[in-house]
């Protein structure tokens, strides 16, 4: 199973909580636009109903407070995101983290 099976299937039996923020979601929505994604089929629509998807599954927290300890300052919403929430893990495809 891919790890990120894994994943979707602790969220979805309810073991573990799923938590983003309004920022991560546009940024989310803004990706799949990009044109490099063009030529796979159906990937707009498909990428849009899982954001949707997320959306109903996830606890929405927006962070009240800047981080600034990565280098890509656009990766540190995901931390912010992660310390509001009092996550216990943080998991991201990002392998350079």
Same mark, same amino acid.
């Given at each position: 199973s891919y790890p990120y099976s894994i994943v979707f #299937?602790? %969220?979805l039996? *309810? $073991?573990v909580?799923? @938590?983003l923020s309004k920022t991560i979601l %546009? $940024? @989310?929505q803004h990706t799949i636009g990009?044109?490099?994604f063009q030529s796979i089929p159906r990937f707009h629509e498909r990428s849009k109903q899982l954001i949707i998807d997320l959306k109903s599954i *996830? %606890? %929405?927290r927006n962070p009240q407070f800047v981080l600034e300890i990565l280098a890509d300052k656009d990766d540190n919403k995901f931390l912010e995101l992660a310390l509001s929430a009092q996550? #216990?893990?943080l998991i991201t495809?990002? *392998?350079k983290h």
């Amino acid at each position: 199973s891919y790890p990120y099976s894994i994943v979707f #299937d602790l %969220i979805l039996s *309810s $073991e573990v909580d799923l @938590y983003l923020s309004k920022t991560i979601l %546009i $940024e @989310y929505q803004h990706t799949i636009g990009y044109s490099k994604f063009q030529s796979i089929p159906r990937f707009h629509e498909r990428s849009k109903q899982l954001i949707i998807d997320l959306k109903s599954i *996830s %606890i %929405i927290r927006n962070p009240q407070f800047v981080l600034e300890i990565l280098a890509d300052k656009d990766d540190n919403k995901f931390l912010e995101l992660a310390l509001s929430a009092q996550a #216990d893990f943080l998991i991201t495809g990002n *392998s350079k983290h």
